[in-house]
């Protein structure tokens, strides 16, 4: 059973605030992965992360931030909420290469 | 090019039937692996099944197995007796360059076929 945790599951903002989506598994996985995904939509990688202190962006451009300061620790940040971000953000870890991902429960994001 | 294709959008099927969902990928690598997710309309996503590029038999997980046909690039999953339980998004998934370290470990998603058990 995978133990990763998403914390809001869901989030209501304005526009223009500062927020932060929380993200932590306890199962040591040193690679961490956040996709943004629309409703119904495909999900589209935008930030990824091989271990502590380690970064990098996804495929899809966001203005999202992370950072990776401890193994089970993933947050997402964006510094100035706009309507464009709202989405669905999902979580995931994993230990292997040809180990599924496991994902969280998600963050719907909705900024009005 | 897109690197996964799922051309049905949406699939019914009635309860106690089998259905395949079509999947296609495109990749240059000779090590990959192929995975497929279910996500409920609660949003989270349920891992299904994986075949890797060099496993020779199906996969197999339950109801569910994935019929992998190399030379063609596709890997159809298959759900058999249907359950109203089924009724989901399913997302077929690939992560090129298996082993590899630095960019090769991304699971890149097609988009999804919606699928209906109907009684």
């Known amino acids: 059973e995978a133990d990763i945790y998403q914390t809001p599951r869901y989030l209501v903002i304005g526009t223009g605030k500062k927020i932060t989506l929380e993200c932590s598994q306890t199962m040591g996985h040193d690679k961490m992965y956040w996709y943004q995904q629309d409703p119904g939509m495909e999900l589209h990688l935008i930030h990824y992360?091989?271990?502590?202190?380690?970064?990098e962006k996804g495929d899809l451009s966001s203005e999202s931030t992370v950072s990776r300061i401890r193994t089970e620790h993933f947050p997402l940040t964006l510094e100035s909420a706009r309507p464009s971000h709202t989405s669905q953000y999902l979580c995931?870890?994993?230990?292997?290469?040809?180990?599924?991902?496991?994902f969280g429960n998600g963050t719907r994001l909705t900024v009005t | 090019a897109q690197k996964i294709t799922q051309t049905q959008p949406g699939m019914f099927v009635q309860e106690k039937e089998a259905v395949t969902l079509d999947c296609t990928y495109d990749?240059?690598?000779?090590?990959?692996?192929l995975f497929w997710y279910k996500q409920p309309s609660s949003g989270e996503m349920i891992f299904l099944i994986y075949?890797?590029?060099?496993?020779?038999q199906n996969a197999t997980e339950g109801r569910y197995s994935l019929n992998f046909q190399k030379a063609r690039k596709s890997a159809n999953l298959v759900i058999s007796a249907s359950q109203l339980g089924d009724s989901a998004m399913y997302f077929c998934?690939?992560?090129?360059?298996?082993?590899?370290?630095?960019?090769?470990?991304?699971?890149?998603f097609g988009t999804g076929t919606q699928l209906k058990v109907e009684l």
């Open positions: 992360s091989y271990g502590v202190n380690s970064t």
């Open positions: 075949q890797g590029s060099y496993d020779e």
């Open positions: 995931a870890s994993t230990r292997q290469y040809n180990s599924p991902l496991h």
């Open positions: 998934a690939m992560r090129e360059g298996l082993g590899v370290t630095g960019g090769g470990n991304k699971l890149t």
């Open positions: 990749t240059s690598d000779q090590s990959y692996g």
